[in-house]
């Protein structure tokens, strides 16, 4: 079993940074069957965002959301792409800086994460609704 | 075929956001060749960045730039580095922030992206050149 | 020899961005192996970060790291997640911002990396210590 692809659909969130690993790993028990390998997260969006960081404290979450929003402010009087809501350019401005994957290794069938690190959705939309995630895993 | 490798030089551009799904797609017929897998972008580069967003409205690329323009101004007083011009050092800082590699699935043959998702160049000189990226492809 | 996984302890470092490419690649004689590939190198940590800039002048390094302490400051009056410190929470920004991961590519076996290329950690806190990255090289 080298190489396994499915698609995941993460349930809608509001705005903000939302921890998502129980949710992805429940959807893959395949993960069980690789002894080393890389786990290919890529969500197929242009307003949310995939990134890793601090699985315990919800503050940090928090905090993360209100630099986001101070640092890519709505309503800039440059923004020209408004068509949308005043949500939708500082979207996409914030899942260009964070990006769209993230990929973590496997080990003994496992993420191998960090004691403190989880999978983070960066949800930019007020209602940015059920969000697909590719997964592709592969190893041996 | 489970790995393929390659260079794709990227015509020069003028500084800013450009779509080039087209220009690396079109360079890689392989891809149709592979089932399921993965496509690794990596431009070597420090100047430039690829990143992932949206493919239609040019505005959010315009917008995109401005953004990033006034987030890392030309000319900081602490900047120290400035020996090859004033769009050299937020031109470091740039590519540091978006990155110089996107990974993207592979599925029957395509690259498996999002129906809005294009895969960006950033261009951060004022006149960076042609741009070298080293693909690789793996799968099945 | 198509996967090989590893855990590599950098030595401590204080905040600011450092080039590791010597010390990774010193780590890796297993690279020589591989004539083509992909090497992922993912930080289990969330106040510190992976990713490639500039090589040659120290300079980029002190100016990148003025830009991210102004770009994200200490004892903001909005971060509430302070009881570790005022470098904690910036620290954790910065990290979701640069990222945890690089995915480099393996030609002839070695990183191909751009000339002017290399490996920077983001040390984010003031004393993080060692710090710990999975090592995970593929290819044939």
Redesign the interface.
């Known amino acids: 079993m ?2 396994h ?1 499915t698609h995941i659909r993460l349930r809608p969130r509001p705005r903000g940074f939302h921890l998502v690993t129980g949710e992805l790993v429940g959807a893959l028990p395949e993960l069980a069957r690789f002894k ?3 786990a ?1 997260f ?5 307003s949310a965002s995939l ?4 699985n315990a ?1 919800p ?2 979450r ?3 959301a ?2 986001f929003d ?3 402010p709505e309503n ?1 009087p ?4 408004t068509a949308e809501g005043p949500d939708d ?1 500082p979207a ?2 914030k ?11 496997i ?1 003994d069938g496992r993420l ?6 989880g999978i ?1 959705l960066g949800e930019h939309r007020e209602s940015g609704g059920a969000r ?1 995630v ?1 997964v ?1 895993l ?3």
Chains 1, 2, 3 share one sequence.
Not at 42 to 46: A, E, P
Not at 95 to 105: D, E, F, H, I, R
Not at 112 to 117: E, H, M, R, Y
């Open positions: 080298p190489w692809q080393v390998g890389l290919h890529f969500i197929q969006h242009t990134c890793v960081n601090e404290d503050d940090v928090a905090d993360l209100r630099w101070r640092a890519v800039a440059y923004f020209e792409h350019m996409h401005v899942s260009t800086l964070l990006g769209t994957a993230v990929t973590v290794p080990r191998a994460l960090g004691t403190w690190q983070y697909t590719v592709t592969q190893g041996e």
